[in-house]
């Protein structure tokens, strides 16, 4: 079974960088950022395969994030750079390519864009 633990979150200022971590213990699967705004639907931000040789990225944050993942340490990593307000929102890990497998999700790890 898959536990997840994202960690990395914080305040930051417009323009600022973050990186969050995401600790996935069990098989090595695809997996995804997702977030959710106060208010709004959780989204899908990015997504790399079980290799990492693939990623997908939602277009609002394409240019911005980089997903990456370190196998041998069963982490996943969301490098976030010019951060916006409008990515305030707590972030999630979850596996899946086109949708996310788990129906149970960790605690996220909160993320504030603010001056």
């Known amino acids: 079974q898959v536990q997840l633990v994202e960690s990395g979150g914080g305040l930051v200022r417009p323009g600022g960088s973050l990186r969050l971590s995401c600790a996935a213990s069990g098989s090595i699967f695809p997996m995804g950022w997702y977030r959710q705004a106060p208010g709004k639907q959780r989204e899908l931000v990015a997504v790399?395969?079980?290799?990492?040789?693939?990623?997908k990225y939602a277009d609002s944050v394409k240019g911005r994030f980089t997903i990456s993942r370190d196998n041998g340490k069963n982490m996943v990593y969301l490098q976030m750079n010019s951060l916006k307000p409008g990515d305030t929102a707590v972030y999630y890990c979850?596996?899946?390519?086109?949708?996310?497998?788990?129906?149970?999700w960790g605690q996220g790890t909160q993320v504030t864009v603010s001056s």
């Open positions: 979850n596996p899946g390519w086109d949708a996310p497998l788990l129906q149970v």
């Open positions: 790399i395969s079980s290799g990492g040789g693939d990623t």
